[in-house]
């Protein structure tokens, strides 16, 4: 391999920095009207009345409710509960409840006036504590040993219950749709999105059309992190209806505001924890319950708590474990697809228990881990074994050894008891956790993906996915795996762009999937199109010998070569067309019960740890995050740059989480609705990274690639409370630690122990 692991510029990034690359809305649209959305305005009501004035509206302007759909009224992704438009019941603030069309954004802004809605207000469930006691949306259990019983005879037994709020995905370009209706009854669909195939389906399934009539192209996209997942099929429909209604082609495209209020966020979550340890610190048996909250519809729900289950007990050895997980019903927006899927949120309770089980031992956060830590021949709750690519170990220790947390660590638990008054109090955390690479069990094996490759006329060779470039690098990885698995060079290789119209369904862009699935069947179509080119021009020499392809060279066995691309562009003058199709199919042993949870969730797992350092000014409360050590084990490097831009991106979001991203609600409303109130990090907020990448191939990967994208997400937030807990001694059991919970909790005088209990006296205390 000579070509993977070096730093290629991206295609896409000259364009990217001086702005000529044109996103959804910057394409131009001939005759395009504007749609605008009409939203509930209470968080659960019933809608006793919906009237349309066209008199009070702009000439010409449209409007489109729930009656006028002409099929089913729901967005098809695991089932169609999610209303395209609220009908009878609106369940949330911001819900659509009717979508206008005009010929211009402020005439269409301005028919929104001219609905009139009457609503009869109803109680709504805005919190988890009073949804847990209704039916949930969707649960699961896992069982592995006996634990009940483990817990029962506990030399210790710690408790802990650890909570998450939402999150927003504040990617740089907001939701983006654009529908236009041809002569012949056919619709095309373009804007921002991870799956353009969701999209496709859910517009079939409303409109009735056969596959072929229905056409979904993904644009240039300005990020995604999950947020381009679900919703898009949502404005997708909205501006496929008003196109219909109005005869013109129509775009919706949100604004920032619109954008926060009216689409998904990550799942806020409680985890409940209840551990067996020994005397030398060895987990025995864990109970864990996690509850999500849905917001108002099921959307991708049930996916999100499934590998939330399989993550919770985080990468450590424990014989006997019990996880028990739902998903429950609020009145608010439906949160969805996020960067992480579910993992981040249990592993920050598996990660802040574990420091509270080393606590209560009196051991410091490194050793614990370390007396846990999966290794190959470990069996996780499902009954899955280790393989040798797994990495835990080798992420922990070389995390502590490039930052030698165990002295720094101690030494800051001793120094902040000597800290003058009005300084700043320094903090040291860490975190170990993991991440499964694809999709969950079956879900490879059901989706079928196919991967194409065709030979083109000029001799280059086209790939065809559905995957779709989000700032991630696909465009520049894809390429670079077939070149380097055909010999080819880098510019035999073309992409084609995402368009069901032109590409088949390789699945979604996301699950860290797209280079370690779609990359290897990349790799087999673009290989095959190669050694047919490579049989047919040997054929045609005298010798007959075999040919080889070699940095873009077809070489002969006497030392000729030509260049590939006028050899291919030869065959496909005498021989025509040449397309190559695979189906991606999942290793055999690769069998998960749906039922029971028992099996092989994911083939294998990507692994890091981190190291967050914080400063805590002790006047105000606020936590700044001085320096990230993120050590990430990710099978192999495929792209370096773009590798560590993963994990740095990724880490930094999952700090933000941890330490200042609050989405506040009342009575179901988001107070913080806008970026002058919903806080990111801006350059000066960032912590320095220092980002170390690991390899240990698994061997079902694609060149033995495990997947990045989301594996960062994972241990970000639990570190840096971690520090924060080093530097003050204040246990914070919920994120985002703002300067606000920090004074309730020191106000609560929540200080951890300042040496370590009796085991006894700590068993009977934690009962």
Known sequence: MTLLGSSPPRPDGASKVDGTLRYANDLPMDGAWHGATL???????????????????????????????????????????????????????????????????????????AIEVDYEPLEPTLDLSTAGRQEPLYSLELKSGEAEEELARAHLLVE???????????????????????????????????????????????????????????????????????????????????????????????????????????????VTHRAAVDAEGHLQAMEIDVVLDGGAFRTLSPVVLSRAVLHAAGPYRCPNVHIRGKVVRTNTAPNGAFRGFGAPQVQFAMERQMDRIARRLGLDPLEIRLRNVLEEGDRLPTGQTMDESCSARLCLEKAARETDFKQRWRHLEAQRRDIADGDSMPGVGLSLYFHGAGFTGNGERVLQS???????????????????????????????????ASGLELEDVVLAPPDTSRVPDSGPSVASRTSMVVGGEVAHVVSEIRDR?????????????????????????????????????????????????????????????EETYQGVAYPTYAF??????????????????????????????????????????????????????EVKLEEGRYLNDRLATYIIPTIKDSPEMEVHLLEKPWKGGAFGAKGVGELPMDGGAPAAVSAVENATGIEVDAIPATPERFLALTSARRQVPSEPEDPERARGADR
């Not at 947020?227 to 013109?248: Q, R, T, Y």
């Not at 066995?557 to 030869?570: D, I, N």
Request: charged residues 20%.
């Open 39 to 113: 939203r509930s305005p209470y968080p659960h009501a019933r809608i006793r009345a919906l009237q349309w004035h066209p008199e009070r509206a702009p000439a010409g302007a449209v409007c489109v409710t729930a009656a006028d759909l002409p099929g089913p009224n729901g967005v098809q992704l695991l089932d169609d509960e999610w209303p395209v438009l609220a009908a009878e019941l609106v369940q949330h603030v911001g819900e659509p409840v009717a979508v206008v069309a005009a010929p211009s954004k402020l005439a269409a802004r301005q028919a929104l006036r």
């Open 160 to 270: 802990g219950t650890y909570r998450t709020g939402h999150q927003e995905h504040i990617y740089i370009e907001c939701q983006v749709m654009s529908a236009g209706w041809e002569a012949d009854g056919s619709l095309v669909v373009e804007g921002s999105m991870q799956c353009p195939y969701f999209v496709h389906r859910s517009l079939i399934h409303v409109f009735g059309l056969t596959a072929e009539r229905v056409v979904v192209k993904a644009t240039p996209m300005g990020g995604g992190f999950g947020g381009k997942e679900d919703f898009p099929s949502v404005i997708a429909l909205h501006a496929a209806l008003l196109a219909k209604a109005c005869g013109h082609p129509v775009r919706i495209a949100y604004d920032r505001h619109e954008d926060i209020i009216g689409t998904t966020k990550r799942h806020p979550s409680v």
């Open 450 to 484: 196919v991967i194409e490759a065709a030979l083109l006329e000029d001799g280059r060779i086209e790939v065809r996915t559905a995957a779709v470039e989000m700032g991630q690098g696909c465009d520049t990885v894809l390429p670079m795996m077939a070149a380097e």
């Open 533 to 593: 080119v490579l049989a047919w021009w040997s054929d045609r020499q005298e010798s007959g010998a075999a040919h080889t392809v070699e940095d873009g060279l077809v070489r002969g066995e006497k030392g000729q070569s030509w260049p590939f691309r006028e050899v291919a562009r030869s065959y496909a003058e005498a021989m025509g067309p040449l397309v190559v199709s695979r189906q991606h199919e999942p290793p055999e042993w690769q069998v998960f019960d």
């Open 608 to 661: 890091g740890a981190d190291v967050v350092e914080v400063e805590v000014d002790p006047d105000t409360l606020e936590v700044s995050p001085k320096k990230v050590t993120a050590v990430c084990e990710v099978g192999r490097v495929l792209h370096e740059k773009l590798c560590v831009g993963q994990v740095e991106g990724g880490t930094l979001q999952a700090v933000a989480w941890g330490l200042m991203e």
